[in-house]
């Protein structure tokens, strides 16, 4: 794919494909690299109603493809992987849980649904102290969490067993 402002070669043209604009770019920079929703990357890069439009540019096959390539380009660059990151934030879930680290097994457990997409960051949040709360308390609500995850995804957690490293 041709990137910002280079013309694409005459056969795509006539195929009707077109090239990725600036602003589709800047989208795509903030969405992946700077950790943004996609609402939030829509209207930092300037779009009028950022809602619709960040659902729009997402099911845009030109800038599919880009966020694809800027995916793999991350991934060979980094050689950070989804699948990866997911069972090493399990690990790191269990192995808390296991020395009764509370805290640290449930931002594993958040940051672990974030990667797999299923728990997206709201600009309305609600704060509950747990400073006061028994750790039977605290448990049941990482159980409740972890109920809730697993009835909205299918399990693509590699077994640690069959990676190699």
Request: glycine residues 4%.
């Amino acid at each position: 794919m041709p990137k910002v402002g280079e013309n694409l070669p005459k056969e795509q043209r006539e195929a009707g494909l077109k090239r990725l604009k600036p602003q589709q770019q800047q989208f795509l920079d903030y969405y992946l690299h700077k950790d943004m929703t996609q609402t939030e990357a829509a209207r930092q890069s300037g779009y009028k109603n950022p809602t619709v439009q960040a659902v729009r540019l997402l099911q845009n096959p030109v800038v599919q493809e880009r966020l694809q390539e800027m995916r793999l380009e991350a991934q060979a660059r980094f050689g950070v992987t989804i699948d990866k990151s997911i069972r090493d934030l399990k690990k790191m879930r269990d192995q808390a849980w296991e020395m009764g680290k509370i805290s640290e097994a449930l931002r594993a457990e958040e940051l672990r649904l974030k990667a797999a997409g299923l728990l997206v960051n709201k600009q309305h949040v609600v704060k509950e102290d747990i400073t006061a709360s028994t750790k039977e308390a605290i448990s049941e609500k990482l159980a409740e969490y972890k109920r809730l995850a697993e009835s909205r995804m299918n399990n693509v957690t590699p077994d640690i067993d069959v990676i190699e490293h």
